[in-house]
C-alpha cells in the first residue's frame, strides 16, 4: 500500500458561515470537548446575540485553538450528524476541500490519535496563552493511502466504536442491576462495621523496584499523577487485588480505586 506526503493545508479550508439571518436559536449551540465530541454549551447566553456565531455544517470540522487550560489534549469535533450547530466565533470551523484525496472520516480518525493531541500541544505557541493556530494546523504533514484503503480503515473504526459503545452501554445496564441488588441487601440485611474485613497495607517502595506511579482519581480510576515525590523509596506499594484511597476530600468526593 503506497502513502503519499501531503501537506494539511493543501487538503482542508477554512469556513466562517455565521448565523446573520438567524436561522439558529440557542437549541443548535454547542461546545467543544477534549473527548473529540460536540456537547452541551456551559457558556450563560442570557442576552448574547448569536448573529455572529458560526455554522458548522455536516461533515466540517471545528477546534478551539486556545490550548492552555485542557491539560495534553486538543479540543475538536466533527459534525457527522445531518444537522447544523453553532459554536462560538472565536472557535474555527473548516472542511476537507479535496474529498478525492481525503474522507472526512478518515481525517477524524487522525485527529483521535493520541499522537495528534501531542504534536497540537507541542506546536503551540504563546506566553499567557498558548495557542495551536490555523497556520499550525496547515502545516501537519499526513501520509494518506489511496481512497479505498482510506474507507477501508473507516469502516472498520466505525464498527469497533459501535461495539465499543454497545458495550458501554451493557456496562451501565450491568452498574443499574448491581446498584438495585445491593440497595435489596441493604433493607433486608443488618449492617456491620468494614473494620473485620479489611487490614491495613503499608509496603515501600525500598529500593526503588516499582518504577510505575499512579495516583487515584475521583473516578475510581489510577491515573497518571501529577508530580512525583522525591523521595520515591516512601512511596506506597499497590499490588493485585489491593486498594488504595486519598484521605484529602474535595467538595465532598473521595478517590479510591
Not at 493543501?10 to 437549541?27: F, H, K, Q, S, V
Not at 472542511?95 to 477524524?108: G, P
Request: hydrophobic share 35%; proline share 3%.
Amino acid at each position: 500500500m503506497g502513502l503519499t506526503k501531503y501537506k494539511l493545508g493543501e487538503l482542508i479550508e477554512p469556513c466562517d458561515a455565521r448565523n446573520y439571518e438567524g436561522i439558529y436559536t440557542l437549541d443548535d449551540i454547542r461546545g467543544i470537548s477534549t473527548s473529540k465530541e460536540f456537547i452541551d454549551t456551559k457558556a450563560n447566553m442570557d442576552g448574547v446575540s448569536l448573529s455572529s456565531y458560526k455554522v458548522v455544517n455536516c461533515q466540517e470540522f471545528a477546534y478551539v485553538a486556545d490550548t492552555s487550560r485542557r491539560g495534553d489534549k486538543i479540543a475538536i469535533a466533527f459534525n457527522n450528524s445531518e444537522q447544523a450547530i453553532l459554536i462560538s466565533s472565536i472557535y474555527t470551523v473548516f472542511c476537507v476541500s479535496r474529498k478525492n484525496i481525503l474522507l472526512s472520516d478518515y481525517l477524524f480518525m487522525y485527529f483521535n490519535r493520541p499522537e495528534f493531541d501531542r504534536y497540537a500541544r507541542f506546536n503551540s505557541w504563546g506566553s499567557a496563552r498558548e495557542t495551536f493556530n490555523w497556520e499550525d494546523m496547515c502545516d501537519i504533514e499526513v501520509d494518506l493511502p489511496d481512497l479505498p484503503t482510506q474507507r477501508k480503515y473507516v469502516d472498520i473504526y466505525k464498527a469497533m466504536v459501535a461495539t465499543q459503545q454497545s458495550y458501554e452501554r451493557g456496562l451501565e445496564d450491568l452498574k443499574l442491576v448491581c446498584d438495585g441488588y445491593i440497595e435489596d441487601l441493604r433493607r433486608k440485611m443488618p449492617c456491620e462495621k468494614i473494620r473485620p474485613y479489611i487490614k491495613q497495607c503499608n509496603e515501600r517502595n525500598d529500593g526503588n523496584s516499582i518504577t510505575l506511579f499512579q495516583g487515584v482519581t475521583v473516578d475510581h480510576v489510577f491515573t497518571d499523577p501529577k508530580r512525583i515525590a522525591e523521595n520515591v523509596e516512601n512511596g506506597s506499594v499497590v499490588h493485585t487485588d489491593q486498594f488504595a484511597f486519598n484521605k484529602v476530600m474535595k467538595a465532598g468526593l473521595m478517590s479510591i480505586k
